[in-house]
């Protein structure tokens, strides 16, 4: 039985060899110039870092560039994947058409894996993209379990889902925090530091919160609780859905270690011992609730509701 790849994501470049030896096979990484809702910022050089520690050990480093791309940045991306395609990193995460654009006339040798973080809907979508040159397709997160094997079945690209963290529900470019903080004669730096202030919305009648951060991409509202689907890997692994991501974007490296591991311990089971993967798999969920930071539970997200168009 093919076995998915588990990718995650480190907030630096300290974080990779502990997540590594945690058991991920991929790293997405990448710098805010270019990418978009990153677990942390990686300068060039961090970046060439990464790339020598994970193939050191036969990983796979994937780096974003899913940014919303403008004319005052489209400029760029063609000296960028130049840089990456150098140092022969594993995957260039997109959503642009424009880096499609850029890698043709760069004549850069980069696999493309595109993500739009709503639109891969349909396998008709994914297979447009995988004959423009890609070569994975990322998944929307509001997709359900059936539409998701639905569409693994009938993709010509590889396919990837979210299995654990938080997903944003909403993006503006405007800088909505700045601009709060200046009309109440507040001063705010817009750095990535201030991802880990805890910053949140709250739904008083919900009784959610909802973290909220801003970046040089603009504002982003996340989820008010954590996707978690260590126990329901089975259906996804039989439909042989090829990579398996733990966002960690707003967590700790203590909690992104022991989650890598719990599902690396998952992955391997399903694909040798399925019995002792079901005798374990409520024990990994429980030590994953034990360790969830303050006021963030754990849920399906969207996997197992009805997907309404």
């Known amino acids: 039985m093919k076995k998915p790849e588990l990718l995650v994501t480190p907030s630096k470049v300290s974080d990779v060899l502990p997540l590594i030896e945690a058991g991920a096979d ?3 990484i990448g710098e805010q110039t270019y990418g978009i809702r990153l677990a942390g910022e990686f300068s060039r050089e961090d970046v060439e870092q990464t790339v020598k520690l994970a193939h050191a050990h036969d990983k796979k480093v994937y780096v974003a ?27 260039v995460v997109f959503g642009d ?13 980069l696999n493309l894996h595109w ?3 709503t639109t891969g809907t349909n396998y ?37 889902i979210q299995v654990h963290g938080m997903t944003c529900m909403f ?9 709060y903080y200046e009309y109440q004669g507040k001063q ?16 008083q009648e919900r009784q959610n919160k909802y973290p909220i951060f801003e970046d040089v991409n603009g504002t982003h509202i996340m ?14 692994v039989d439909a042989g859905i090829d990579s398996f991501k733990i966002d960690g974007i707003l967590k700790s490296l203590s909690y992104m270690t022991e989650v890598t591991a719990l599902y690396r311990k998952a992955i391997d089971l399903l694909t040798t011992d399925k019995e002792a993967y079901e005798d374990q798999k409520d024990d990994w969920v429980k030590r994953i609730e034990e360790i969830q930071p303050v006021n963030r539970s754990v849920d399906a997200g969207f996997f197992f509701k009805e997907t309404v168009y």
Not at 225 to 233: G, K
């Open 26 to 28: 991929a790293l997405l």
């Open 65 to 91: 560039m899913n940014a919303i791309f403008h004319n005052d940045r489209v400029q760029l991306i063609g000296d960028y994947l130049i840089f990456l395609d150098a140092l022969n990193v594993d995957g």
């Open 97 to 109: 058409p424009a880096v499609i654009m850029a890698a043709k006339e760069t004549g850069v040798n």
């Open 115 to 117: 993500s739009t973080e």
């Open 124 to 160: 008709f979508t994914c297979n447009y993209w995988g004959r423009k040159g890609a070569t994975r397709a990322v998944l929307a997160k509001e997709l359900n379990m059936d539409s998701v094997i639905d569409t693994k079945e009938n993709a010509e690209v590889e396919i990837e």
């Open 171 to 179: 993006q503006s470019k405007r800088t909505l925090i700045g601009n």
């Open 188 to 203: 705010m730096d817009v750095e990535g530091s201030n991802m880990e202030e805890g910053l949140f919305l709250h739904d």
């Open 223 to 236: 989820s008010p609780n954590d996707v978690c689907m260590i126990d329901e890997l089975e259906e996804f």
